[in-house]
C-alpha cells in the first residue's frame, strides 16, 4: 500500500514558524514566503520569521456556515492581522475569543492549534492561528 503525503505535511515547518520573506531593496515583509519581492518584485530577500511577533486585528469575517469537517469549530473566524514588528499582513483563523469580543486594532499572539483530523487515516493537521493577548486587568 502506498500512502501519498499530503502538501501540508511538506511545508508543515515553514507553516508553523510563520516564514515569510524581507526585501532587502524596499524593507517590506511579505507573507506567505516568495521567491520574488511580492512588492518591488526583487530577488534580493530573506527569510524572516513572524511566529514570535504579536499583531494588530485589522479586519476579520465570521463564517456560520462552516465547511465540511470544521463543524465542531463554529463559527469559524478569519482575521486580517498586521504583525506589530514587520509589519506584515497575514490572513488568519482566529481562536479562543468570541465574535462579539474581536475589536480592531486588538493585539493578539499566534497559537498552533489543531485544524482537522482527515477520518480514518488519523492524520492531524495543525496550524497557526491567533487569539488575544491577555491582559492584567487592573485593581
Ligand atoms: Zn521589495
Redesign the pocket.
Known amino acids: 500500500m502506498r500512502i501519498s503525503i499530503p502538501p501540508t505535511w511538506r511545508t508543515r515547518v515553514d507553516r508553523y514558524r510563520l516564514k515569510a520573506t524581507r ?6 515583509t511579505g507573507y506567505p514566503p516568495s521567491e520574488l ?6 530577488r ?2 530573506e527569510t524572516v520569521e513572524l511566529i514570535d511577533e504579536r499583531a494588530k486585528l485589522i479586519t476579520w469575517t465570521v463564517i456560520y456556515n462552516a465547511m465540511d469537517g470544521f463543524e465542531e469549530r463554529r463559527p469559524v473566524i478569519i482575521g486580517i492581522l498586521e504583525t506589530l514588528h514587520h509589519k506584515t499582513r497575514i490572513l488568519a483563523p482566529l481562536t479562543d475569543v468570541l465574535p462579539e469580543e474581536l475589536r480592531s486594532g486588538m493585539e493578539m499572539e499566534p497559537v498552533l492549534r489543531r485544524i482537522t483530523e482527515e477520518g480514518e487515516s488519523g492524520l492531524i493537521n495543525y496550524g497557526i492561528a491567533y487569539r488575544p493577548v491577555l491582559k492584567k486587568v487592573e485593581q
Open positions: 526585501c532587502r531593496d524596499c524593507g517590506r519581492c511580492r512588492f518591488c518584485g526583487s534580493n530577500t
